[in-house]
């Protein structure tokens, strides 16, 4: 079981690796932030549902 564990996050760390490999190929790529990065991502993952504190003072910076 494990090697079966280990063998998928190699697939997707290659899987991943390409995507940035194809994202840095790219000329003039437009700008991303990072909270639109990561709501594209967590939807590419099958998220449909995401609970938090609205607001920023529970930011650590």
Not at 14 to 20: D, H, Q, Y
Not at 28 to 50: D, F, H, N, P
Not at 52 to 59: H, R
Request: hydrophobic share 45%; proline share 2%.
């Amino acid at each position: 079981m494990l090697a079966a564990t280990e063998k998928a996050l190699e697939a997707e760390m290659n899987r991943l690796k390409l995507a940035v490999k194809t994202l840095q190929g790219e000329e003039k790529s437009e700008e991303i932030y990072i909270g639109s990065y990561l709501l594209a991502r967590l939807e590419e993952l099958g998220v449909t549902s995401m609970f938090g504190v609205p607001g920023d003072f529970n930011l650590g910076f």
